[in-house]
């Protein structure tokens, strides 16, 4: 508990020293720090949602024998299972990534830190909001659209279900963002865009390594 509150100290008096001291003011402070941690973490996060582009482009490769499958075994659930997790062990997919796991779980004190420190730690305005501790329209418009946006540049997304999937996050984002602090939407439009850049280079460079032969899918 004490490291925890050292760690929201530490993030509380970097936002005080950017906003006063640099001069970027509560706004500025606010994107500049979340874009300083994502970039800081980017080396654990960018293996994490490396390991799960490629685990969903192989999946995605076996979407037509996974059908195949439900369909011969459709009153056998088990051994559909069996037959599935066979297919997975062939093609080196496994049902769950724990390295991909225990990433998400070391980058979540670090994510949650910001979060908190923003949300409790800004009084001041930015641009047209005058009180960033406050609920702000326009703010959460921007949190959904970022959210948008970071769904839809993930090309994997099946296509039957990928306007819900682009949608209902976006618009969950924009009724929970109306809800609190506007400097929490910024950081939340501000990540999910740095998000959404990362994806959109992350699967330009599986993609353009699946081409090379230097990637087996």
Known sequence: MALWVHWLNILDGFLSFLSSQVGLGEGLAIIAL???????ILPMSWSSAYRGCVRQKTIARLEPELRR???????QPRIYAEQMM???????????DGRTLL????QLPVLLGLY???????????LWVKDLSRPDAGFAILAGLATMLLMSVNPDLPEHVRMMLILIPSVMAV???LK??????LYWTVSNCYSAAQTAVLHHV????IRAGALKI
């Open 34 to 40: 979340t874009l300083l941690v994502r970039t800081l």
């Open 69 to 75: 499958l439900k369909e011969e075994f459709a009153d």
């Open 86 to 96: 066979e297919l997975y062990r062939k093609n080196g997919v496994s049902v769950t």
């Open 103 to 106: 990433a998400a779980l070391a």
């Open 116 to 126: 908190q420190a923003i949300r409790t730690g800004i009084r001041g305005g930015f």
């Open 175 to 177: 009724v929970i963002a």
């Open 180 to 185: 609190v602090a506007s400097a929490v939407s």
């Open 206 to 209: 599986v993609a353009r390594r």
